[in-house]
């Protein structure tokens, strides 16, 4: 595993790969759309957190990212801002659908990154939907589902839609992000989260985030992320 320097070399990742963005220390130098700049202003931060300064530059070149740091590192931001790139630069629009699932372990935590995501997202024109358990619109939910761009989700809300909603449609899928993953093994959504992951197209970028990288989530990694960088982020001694 991997321990960011203070600071590398220009173009030279910890880990030897290159990316024209390795150098950066704040949000400001990362090639970011204006939109996305904006909707980080809203935050008070400049600085990335070492989480988002060793994985932005491998996300933002389209590459899939194995990312282990612990809780309250700032996972949230190293995801959200790719989604949001990403979906950008393919010109993302309404009549596109489906381009990025976000899988989060419960409704809570599912909840408060559904919150980030408007905050960072506010000046892109990407709609997005919470899709948990427990609420009970489902029925107008399955007749929305398939004009939303972003999908934040619980497991097993998501496979719900995928079995009963006529027409679930995510066939363009861009990006997959499985936040908080040891935790989402954790409460049990392993068989869901495989059944979904067997029915997504293959053709996609994959950010899988966790806390602790156990012997499940290496499991989860190896099904899900091709050719991942691996970014373990420990505190300094
Ligand atoms: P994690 O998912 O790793 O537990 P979060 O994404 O929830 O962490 O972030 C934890 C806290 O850190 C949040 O309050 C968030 O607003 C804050 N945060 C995120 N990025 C930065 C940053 N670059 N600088 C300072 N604080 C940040
Ligand atoms: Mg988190």
């Known amino acids: ?22 150098g950066a220390e704040k949000f400001s130098q990362l090639p970011l759309s204006k939109k996305t700049k904006d909707g980080l202003a809203g935050a008070s ?81 990407f709609s997005a939907g919470l899709l948990i358990g427990g609420r009970k ?7 929305r589902v398939n004009e939303l761009n972003i999908l934040v989700c619980t497991p097993g809300r998501l496979l719900q839609h995928m079995d009963e909603t006529p027409n679930f449609e995510c066939s363009q899928l861009q990006v997959l992000v499985l936040d908080e993953a040891d935790r989402i093994l954790d409460v049990g959504f392993k068989k869901e989260l495989n059944a979904i992951i067997s029915q997504l197209p293959k053709h996609r970028q994959t950010l899988l985030f966790s806390a602790t990288q156990t012997k499940s989530v290496q499991d989860l990694a190896r099904l899900s992320l091709k050719d991942p960088e691996y970014i373990s982020v420990h505190e300094e001694s």
């Open 137 to 143: 619109d489902v029925d107008t939910e399955k007749e």
């Open 1 to 22: 595993s991997l321990t960011p320097p203070k600071k590398s070399p220009i173009g030279i990742l910890p880990d030897g790969s290159y990316s024209p963005y390795s």
């Open 45 to 125: 931060y400049s600085k990335m957190t070492d989480i988002q300064r060793a994985s932005l530059p491998h996300s933002l070149c389209g590459r899939d990212i194995l990312g282990a740091a612990k809780t309250g590192s700032g996972k949230t931001m190293a995801f959200v801002i790719p989604v949001l790139e990403k979906l950008y630069r393919a010109r993302w629009g309404p009549e596109d659908g489906v381009g990025c699932i976000i899988m989060s372990p419960t409704r809570e935590l599912a909840g408060q990154l559904f919150e980030v995501l408007k905050s960072a997202g506010k000046y892109h024109g």
